[in-house]
């Protein structure tokens, strides 16, 4: 976890699914949250970020703590590249989610 991450978020159990990504201090919008830190791979997975780059994608296996982010519909958070911003102010206790993309359209 970066000196920032460190202060900013903490990883809890969730109850949306397992783990999650939690605001630890007020998290106001366009705030830098964290970069989604990892290897490149060439295989999906279950902490694997695809990242659009240049009309190609670039796939990321986390390490980091933001591998635990979960799904939403209405994300409080959104990716630039790897690089993961606050969409609106996030309260502490908050869990920090971002939209996975259309195929999970279905899933709250």
């Not at 970020?49 to 240049?54: K, M, P, Q, T, Y």
């Not at 933001?66 to 609106?88: E, I």
């Not at 989610?97 to 259309?102: A, E, N």
Request: cysteine-free; charged content about 25%.
């Amino acid at each position: 976890m970066s000196e920032v991450e460190d202060r900013i978020i903490r990883v809890g159990r969730s109850p949306i699914h397992g783990q999650g990504v939690f605001a630890a201090v007020l998290i106001k919008a366009g705030t830098h949250i964290g970069s989604y830190d990892g290897a490149e791979t060439d295989a999906d997975g279950t902490h694997v970020l695809w990242v659009e780059s240049d009309d190609d994608w670039r796939l990321i296996d986390g390490t980091g703590p933001l591998r635990w982010l979960n799904h939403s519909r209405r994300p409080n958070a959104a990716f630039d590249g790897p690089d993961l911003f606050a969409l609106v102010d996030i309260d502490p206790g908050t869990e920090i989610t971002f939209d996975y993309g259309p195929e999970w359209a279905e899933v709250d």
